[in-house]
């Protein structure tokens, strides 16, 4: 009879312990705390950006590996082989077309279209000038040599009426200065030490869009962007007149099974590298989701909508994931605890009580025992009986509301004792 709490609560907490089993079933399992990125070559914009990315990121006890390639070309197939989960893939790169399996996560910044030509006595104002010249597009699988071909096809040129040449940025400004090939295409940010070199050496012109804003008509993920006097280095006055330039974005492109947990930390962690002013992005401007060619990752999306979730800005990272992913928990203990709530004091009630009204099985037994034993035996009975008094008193702990109910008992116990005190007087 003591136990017969038990009998209770041990099927409540098997029922919450089985439904919180079943429930965690639906748990997404958290994901590997790795990430390998693809970005250019080693000496690129992109990879200098992977470094930042792998030094935050490894504080978040993320293993970061960083893969280089030709360009983004090279690393959309990368993508698609499942060789690398995340990707810099330079925005309207034809590659990216009817990649239902690739996801858009951020663009992260601008990446200016620079062409250098040499300087020959005079200032080319149409691409169309450069028909029958010697033109480096950049390397073979680079977003550069993408984007160059596109605008020099929109102007007539290729292969059949001038020398399309596939160079790397390094070896293109090398065969530049050295006067063998007339122009040469590069996508890179202003911080470039190429860009840099080739705008201070008089013997190279940069090319002005007069038709910037044409360009940006046709081509979605093409801004026009001056570049104004003295920019570049006001001391040496670079560049040395107010050009013209046509720029996409650098795009973090991922699988699409790539972590929802990683995709919300990775742009959690590089909001703080590229939200900065630069020299053609405003304050807070990137990283963003606008003109993207490509088809944007859901969880992407919804983070750059809603930001922060409030477990976000009150724990760190991998605790409020871990206690979003278990969310899903709450179904089955609110389930229980709509019906549990509306027998709580009944059941409170009847707990407390059941600390008193437990001991009566062994009382009414000990009372009918008595009825029938003989006088000589019921000294056995007295002590008995007290000894369950003296248990009783030490093992029944009840609130003062309920002590009336206590009392009762511990009355009850003494008539006993009393009938037993009268028999052995009267015997």
Request: glycine share 4%.
């Amino acid at each position: 009879m003591k136990n017969k709490f038990f009998t209770v609560s041990i099927p409540i907490l098997l029922l919450v312990i089985a439904s919180f089993y079943f429930t965690s079933k639906f748990i997404e399992p958290s994901s590997k705390k790795e990430i390998t990125i693809a970005t250019g070559s080693i000496d690129g914009e992109y990879y200098k950006t992977a470094l930042l990315y792998k030094d935050i990121l490894e504080k978040q006890k993320v293993k970061v590996n960083i893969i280089t390639s030709n360009g983004s070309i090279e690393n959309i197939q990368l993508l698609k082989d499942k060789k690398v989960d995340i990707a810099f893939v330079q925005n309207g790169i034809d590659g990216l077309k009817n990649q239902h399996s690739l996801k858009a996560i951020a663009s992260v910044n601008y990446e200016p279209l620079w062409i250098f030509y040499k300087n020959e006595n005079y200032t080319m104002d149409y691409i169309i000038q450069l028909i029958s010249k010697k033109i480096s597009v950049g390397k073979e699988g680079s977003g550069t040599k993408d984007l160059a071909l596109k605008i020099l096809n929109d102007n007539g040129i290729d292969d059949q009426n001038s020398q399309i040449l596939s160079h790397s940025t390094q070896e293109a400004k090398e065969l530049l200065l050295k006067g063998e090939i007339d122009a040469m295409f590069v996508v890179t940010s202003a911080n470039s030490n190429i860009v840099k070199e080739l705008l201070d050496n008089p013997n190279i012109n940069l090319f002005s869009f007069k038709r910037a804003k044409a360009y940006s008509r046709k081509y979605s993920f093409l801004e026009s962007i001056p570049l104004y006097e003295g920019t570049i280095d006001l001391y040496k006055n670079l560049p040395s007149q107010d050009v013209n330039l046509l720029t996409t974005t650098a795009n973090l492109i991922v699988r699409d099974d790539f972590s929802d947990e990683l995709t919300r930390l990775v742009l959690k962690e590089i909001k703080n590298i590229h939200n900065k002013k630069g020299l053609f992005e405003a304050q807070n401007q990137f990283p963003n989701i606008d003109n993207l060619t490509i088809e944007i990752n859901e969880d992407a999306s919804r983070y750059f909508t809603y930001g922060d979730t409030w477990l976000e800005k009150i724990f760190p990272y991998w605790i409020a994931s871990n206690i979003d992913r278990l969310k899903i928990l709450l179904i089955p203990l609110i389930t229980l605890m709509i019906p549990l709530s509306k027998g709580f004091f009944p059941l409170y009630r009847w707990s407390i009580r059941s600390k008193i009204y437990k001991w009566y099985e062994e009382i009414q037994k000990i009372d009918l025992e008595v009825e029938d034993v003989k006088n000589e035996n019921l000294g056995k009975y007295l002590e008995k009986i007290t000894a369950l008094k003296k248990e009783i008193k030490a093992e029944t702990k009840v609130p003062l509301s309920y002590m009336g109910e206590y009392y009762d008992l511990i009355m009850h116990l003494e008539l006993i004792i009393s009938k037993i005190n009268i028999r052995l007087v009267t015997k």
